[in-house]
């Protein structure tokens, strides 16, 4: 019966500790094959201890009804004692602790719904002075963007896959911005490549070969048509897109580089990353 008692309080122990790590790795490193791994032994474990407890622990009696009801004090004793544990705070506490892992266990993924971007939306790589690079890391200057042109840049020296590290410079004619021109030295204008309606990318730029004709220059997302107004700070002209493109104010520096002055006009990407549940 001890024998059979710490076997199972030792199925319990190691089901609370796979439980718990299920709970630390969903916290913690939520993209890993062990999630599945912690949470499939910590189940088969409590599931082994049960059907152990329940064969060996759990008295089995097999009686015909009607009986005589018990009335010898000292047979009464004899099967109280017969259906006893003697170890039941140890298993009552493996128990426990096994039930509160599994609790938690069940509750942590709820921690999970939502984009769970955190404050990447917010908190950029980008700040005063910052410098602006190409896909491989070379500082670009005001003379590397034409007008009509599109150009992808990067902050220097950041992780280029964080999701606020992408911008997009394009070149208009200075007189022609309505909004922030002083956010655009020359004309050079630089809006996040996030579209602000489903997290696309933004590919396209819209230029008009003869404006009185045409529709002024534009940002657009391939994916689901938002266009943006490169003119009037990043408006939404077209498609589904809720709010305005964040627009990042930039400065020509020494040798005519390319400088961020200060951080976004406002949170990238579409505005339900930043909710939960």
């Known amino acids: 019966m001890r024998r059979t008692e710490n076997a199972v309080a030792v199925l319990l122990v190691l089901a609370s500790v796979s439980l718990v790590a299920f709970v630390v790795l969903l916290l913690a490193d939520p993209d890993t094959q062990l999630l599945g791994l912690t949470a499939a032994a910590g189940l088969a474990l409590i599931a082994a201890a049960l059907v152990l407890a329940g064969k060996r622990l759990v008295h089995h009696e097999q009686a015909v009804e009607p009986r005589p009801r018990l009335e010898n004090p000292d047979e009464r004793e004899a099967v109280e004692t017969r259906l006893r544990f003697p170890r039941r705070r140890l298993l009552l506490a493996s128990g426990g602790a096994a039930g509160a892992a599994l609790t938690a266990a069940a509750v942590a993924p ?48 950041a992780d280029k896959r964080e999701l606020g590290s992408p911008v997009v ?90 400088r961020a002055a200060g951080g976004f006009s406002g949170p990238i990407g579409q505005a339900w990353w930043s909710a939960r549940g």
Do not use: M
Request: contains cysteine; proline residues 12%; charged residues 25%.
């Open 110 to 157: 709820v921690t999970a719904l939502g984009p769970a971007v955190g404050t990447s939306i917010v908190d950029t790589p980008w700040r005063r002075g910052r410098r602006l690079v190409d896909e491989n890391g070379a500082p670009l200057t005001a003379d590397d963007v034409a007008e009509g042109s599109f150009v992808t840049a990067f902050p220097e020296g």
């Open 169 to 258: 410079l394009v070149k208009d004619d200075p007189r022609r911005i309505r909004q922030r021109r002083e956010w655009a030295p020359e004309g050079i204008l630089a809006f996040s490549k996030v579209c602000t309606h489903a997290g696309c990318a933004i590919a396209l730029y819209r230029k008009p070969t003869y404006e009185p004709t045409s529709a002024p220059p534009a940002l657009a997302c391939p994916c689901h048509y938002s266009v943006f107004a490169t003119r009037e700070a990043g408006k939404v002209e077209a498609g589904p897109a809720g709010r305005p493109l964040p627009q990042l104010p930039i400065e020509i520096g020494p040798n005519r580089e390319l």
